[in-house]
């Protein structure tokens, strides 16, 4: 009964589903809700309701709370997508 338990165990370990990536690959503009030209970390959290805000603070290089279109294209640069102005 232990070893059918164990197994059991076992299998249940490694058949959780995997954690998607989230893809920040996005277009700034459908980013940019209220179209002033900048996306504020509410804006990202509306786009990316599972992503990490680690990704906004890096994006926003000049550290003003607001990541601009050129910040968000080098963004995406730096990480290897293409550019999807």
């Known amino acids: 009964m232990k070893k059918l338990l164990f197994a059991l165990a076992f299998a249940l370990l490694f ?3 995997v ?3 989230t ?3 996005v277009c700034f503009n ?3 809700a209220d ?3 900048r996306m504020s970390k509410g804006e990202f ?3 990316f309701s599972d992503g990490d805000t680690s990704v906004f603070d890096q994006a926003d290089t000049d550290k003003d709370g607001l990541v601009s279109h050129e910040e968000w294209e080098a963004y995406k640069t730096s990480q290897g997508f293409e550019n999807h102005e």
Request: net charge negative.
């Open 15 to 17: 058949c959780q589903p």
């Open 19 to 21: 954690a998607a990536k």
């Open 23 to 25: 893809n920040y690959n």
């Open 30 to 32: 459908s980013l940019d």
């Open 35 to 37: 179209v002033d030209g």
């Open 45 to 47: 959290l509306v786009a």
